[in-house]
């Protein structure tokens, strides 16, 4: 319950937005043994979606908690003169940069070889976890409704972004939320490459493939070979070229970049 505290569980985050709830906790000192294992695994409590990405990302920066807030600055409406900003508040520190980065790495696991694999980008360092719960009807948990989320953030070595979906009893699909939420969060993921302009990262987790992916294998670097040596080493993919050389001065994705299988790798030469 002290760690629960220390994420801000129960008590408003302090957001600059009107309505904002509490959650539910169970009192501590009436914390019995199912309380408590309920709570471990999220069940007889509630948190609010501000709470649960403010605490992720506490998790995943290096273990600062911060006031969230929506608007950073006030400006002068003739001049656009900012009037007043607002800056980052430091609640605390609730794990060390140490117990961060090995979360990090966990999480990062989780989209690559588990439950998130429908969030994996290719090239991209991405991390997270899904969620599956039950919703309450009249005061029962319901065997048919779930609310399906995921939460994640990118690049998962240095996160910039952290995105949460949750969505509240989906219809005509298998109710887990690494096949609903997941997929979701991987376009929002997509567009924010191109808005922050998150630079491509090979070093990241491989994904484990099923039968059902689309498979992405690495892309050789044949820069300075020969369009025959070039065509060798690429065997598998189909192969476009342009120029009257014989030597591969430039390839498009770049070696070591991860590309779809029998997909097309561009050459120039010289």
Same mark, same amino acid.
Request: without cysteine; negative net charge; charged residues 20%.
């Given at each position: 319950?002290? +760690? !629960?505290? $220390? &994420?801000?569980? =129960?008590? %408003? @985050? *302090?957001?600059?937005?009107?309505? #904002? ?98 969030? +994996? !980008?290719? $090239? &991209?360092?991405? =991390?997270? %976890? @899904? *969620?599956?719960?039950?919703?309450? #009807? ?102 476009? &070229? ?29």
């Amino acid at each position: 319950m002290e +760690y !629960i505290d $220390n &994420y801000g569980f =129960g008590e %408003k @985050t *302090g957001i600059d937005l009107n309505g #904002e709830g509490s959650g539910i906790l169970f009192d501590v000192d009436a914390m019995g043994n199912v309380e408590l294992a309920t709570t471990a695994f999220g069940q007889g409590i509630s948190v609010t979606p501000i709470q649960q990405a403010r605490a992720v990302s506490a998790v995943v920066n290096g273990g600062t908690l911060y006031t969230p807030y929506i608007v950073k600055n006030f400006l002068e409406s003739e001049t656009d003169t900012i009037v007043k900003s607002i800056n980052p508040t430091e609640v605390g520190k609730v794990i060390s940069e140490e117990t961060s980065e090995i979360v990090r790495y966990a999480l990062e696991s989780v989209v690559a070889k588990g439950s998130g694999h429908n969030a +994996y !980008i290719e $090239n &991209y360092r991405i =991390g997270g %976890k @899904t *969620g599956t719960a039950q919703t309450v #009807e009249n005061g029962v948990y319901s065997d048919s409704k779930y609310i399906l989320s995921f939460i994640g953030f990118m690049p998962a070595d240095d996160p910039e972004i952290v995105v949460y979906v949750a969505v509240q009893n989906a219809k005509n699909v298998v109710q887990y939320g690494g096949t609903v939420a997941a997929p979701i969060a991987r376009n929002i993921f997509l567009s924010a490459i191109d808005i922050l302009d998150i630079k491509a990262d090979t070093e990241g987790i491989p994904k484990e493939y099923t039968w059902l992916d689309t498979k992405y294998v690495t892309v050789p670097d044949v820069t300075g070979m020969t369009l025959d040596e070039a065509t060798a080493a690429l065997k598998g993919f189909n192969i476009e &070229y342009s120029g009257n050389g014989e030597e591969v001065v430039y390839q498009t994705p770049n070696g070591g970049m991860y590309a779809k299988e029998g997909g097309t790798v561009v050459l120039m030469l010289n």
